[in-house]
């Protein structure tokens, strides 16, 4: 299957994680106030990206390096990286404002997105081309779950 083929999908998923975002967003500044500041542009810095890189298409596996693909590239490591550290900056706001087992789960989302982080560049060594996809799916897998977290305990505590 082609990356064009899936395009669609893919402009929904990058646009809707950038609106999970913002989702995030509020409903964090809505439950700590200022101690989610740092969360809140770790979580701008997100939105930006994934809305971004709805726009710029990747390298396929296997071809060339273009300008296009490594601003991809940039950009995905700046949503990733973002949103894992979202996850753990506000795992400390979190337990502070009396969300201990919500901070736990913060902090366990954050470390699987982590482990997914870490793992890409072994992918990348290796080239162990099954691994990449594996990676990918626990930083996925951290920040979406992330953001369900974040979701059901503003829900909770309204």
Not at 68 to 91: M, N, P, Q, T, Y
Not at 124 to 147: D, N, P, Q
Request: hydrophobic share 60%.
């Amino acid at each position: 299957m082609t990356l064009t083929r899936v395009r669609p999908a893919i402009l929904i998923s990058t646009l809707s994680a950038a609106a999970a975002g913002v989702g995030a967003i509020i409903a964090l500044y809505g439950m700590l106030g200022s101690p989610a500041a740092v969360t809140t542009l770790l979580l701008v810095i997100f939105v930006a990206a994934r809305a971004s890189i709805s726009f710029l298409r990747m390298d396929p596996p296997g071809s060339p390096v273009t300008r296009v693909g490594r601003v991809h590239k940039c950009l995905a490591f700046s949503a990733f990286g973002s949103a894992i550290a979202a996850a753990f900056v506000s795992a400390g706001a979190l337990h502070d404002a009396g969300f201990s087992v919500e901070a736990t789960w913060s902090t366990i989302f954050a470390i699987v997105g982590a482990i997914g982080a870490v793992g890409l560049p072994i992918e990348r060594v290796t080239r162990h081309r099954g691994l990449f996809g594996l990676f990918e799916l626990l930083i996925y897998l951290g920040f979406i779950a992330w953001f369900l977290l974040i979701g059901v305990t503003a829900i909770n505590a309204s």
